[in-house]
């Protein structure tokens, strides 16, 4: 399965936060895999039309988090030795993002079983070939 990246001008998400999130998620579902070279910096702005330091902002957070690697003249990677994440304190992490996300919910007066569909699809867009490909 092959890897895109997908920004949207509408999300309220920043742009660089919306690329560490996606090889971050790529990454977790195994789509992204150890080794596997990104885009450079260059080509991923220009592909994504975004400015540059918006790249460098996201790769320099992923090398930070310990999700990339970057070799100098040789490219940004995904690293060979991901840290795991503790199970207790990643249900913990899930548990509390989906509850603020419910609320979200009903705030909007949506019912819960209407999130589900609408999940389904943001993730089969997610890993179609939608955007650029890293």
């Keep these: ?29 195994g789509v992204l895999k150890p080794g596997e070279r990104l885009p450079t910096v260059r080509q991923l702005a220009v592909d994504l039309q975004v400015n540059l330091n918006t790249i460098v902002k996201a790769y320099n957070e992923l090398e930070i988090r310990g999700v990339v690697n970057t070799q100098q003249g040789t490219g940004t990677f995904i690293a060979e030795n991901q840290e795991p994440v503790d199970p207790v304190e990643q ?37 179609s070939h939608k955007g650029i490909h890293a």
């Design 1 to 29: 399965m092959a890897f895109f990246f997908n920004i949207s001008n509408s999300s309220g998400v920043p742009f660089y936060r919306q690329i560490v999130n996606q090889v971050v998620y790529g990454v977790a579902n």
């Design 91 to 127: 249900e913990k992490g899930l548990e509390r993002l989906c509850a603020n996300f419910l609320n979200e919910v009903a705030a909007l007066g949506v019912k819960t079983e209407k999130v589900f569909p609408i999940l389904k699809k943001i993730e089969k867009e997610r890993t």
